[in-house]
């Protein structure tokens, strides 16, 4: 976060005084990035608390929330970026290509300093969110160094407003791959990989199952996967239950899934068919014949 606010406080006395839309909008997404730091080391105390009476799933969610908001202030800043940009293409101001060339080359150290220090390889969605911030920002600091060259050699001015407009596309393009991700958590959505019918008839044809409805498949955080169904086993002691049981979840936590809640139910008290029945009918014959 240091390096940061020291790359944020150049670049923006930089574009000032060079006149420079390219290094104002990288300005804005190094603000950004103080903002995705500070979220995320927020969000990774918080998450880091273990589960009480308050969050029985555990604080990963806190983590998610702060991505997402990442992510939209990714979103905000490319379009105040675009909409700049388009202003001074129809008037490109004039631009002293010496400063900007020189601030940005600083800019450029800090962010790899800090895609250095952050490492990559993150399975945590908010260390992601912020690292992709950075990464962004590192771009983005190139291309505004390869507007200062042009303009320097060329004298061409609209070097300027095309490299902010790229940075803006580098932008809203991290920022919505951000939101999306976060948001296919909080809709409970079911995790990628993970396909609910697959799952259910892998369980169906495991032995003494005779179906298996009321499947959920959800995420509790970034890569914590979780899943519940009803089970549908013939009338037999609970002890031998818990056998079947152990094996389901044995196969569960082969796939991927080690947050499980199964229910299992006694075939003979069903009288009439309303429950739904995965399982084959030719296969649920050859489970009676056992």
């Known amino acids: 976060m240091i390096v940061t606010l020291i790359v944020l406080f150049a670049e923006v006395v930089g574009g000032i005084i060079a006149n420079s839309l390219a290094l104002l909008s ?3 997404h190094v603000f950004t990035d103080v903002f995705a730091l500070g979220l995320s080391l927020i969000a990774v105390y918080v998450g880091k608390r273990p589960s009480d009476y308050r969050a029985t799933w555990g604080y990963q969610r ?7 908001i990442n992510g939209s202030t990714l979103v905000v800043i490319s379009i105040l970026i675009f909409v700049e940009t388009y202003r001074r293409i129809f008037s490109p101001p004039e631009i002293n290509s010496n400063v900007m060339l020189l601030v940005a080359a600083g800019g450029l150290v800090g962010n790899i300093v800090m895609a250095r220090l952050l490492g990559e390889g993150h399975g945590d969605l908010n260390m992601k969110s912020a690292w992709l911030h950075v990464l962004g920002d590192l771009f983005a600091t190139a291309g505004v160094i390869a507007a200062a060259i042009v303009i320097k050699f060329t004298g061409w001015h609209l ?25 296919w958590i909080f809709l409970e959505l079911s995790p990628l990989g993970f396909h609910a019918e697959d799952i259910s008839k892998t369980i169906c044809a495991m032995e003494h ?27 037999r002691k609970i002890s031998e239950t818990d056998v079947i049981r152990g094996q389901i979840e044995d196969k569960l936590s082969e796939i991927g899934i080690k947050h499980t809640v ?3 139910e006694c075939a003979e008290c069903q009288t009439n068919g309303l429950y739904c029945q995965i399982g084959a009918p030719d296969e649920t014959d050859h489970h009676h014949h056992h």
Request: no cysteine; proline share 3%.
């Open 262 to 264: 199964l229910q299992m």
């Open 209 to 235: 199952v005779l179906g298996v409805h009321d499947v959920h498949v959800w995420s509790i955080g970034h890569g914590v996967p979780a899943f519940s169904a009803h089970v549908l086993l013939n009338d």
């Open 26 to 28: 990288d300005a804005g």
């Open 159 to 183: 070097a300027d407003p095309i490299a902010s407009g790229a940075v803006g596309i580098i932008i809203i393009v991290g920022g919505s791959r951000v939101i999306k991700e976060s948001l």
């Open 62 to 68: 806190i983590g998610i929330l702060a991505a997402l």
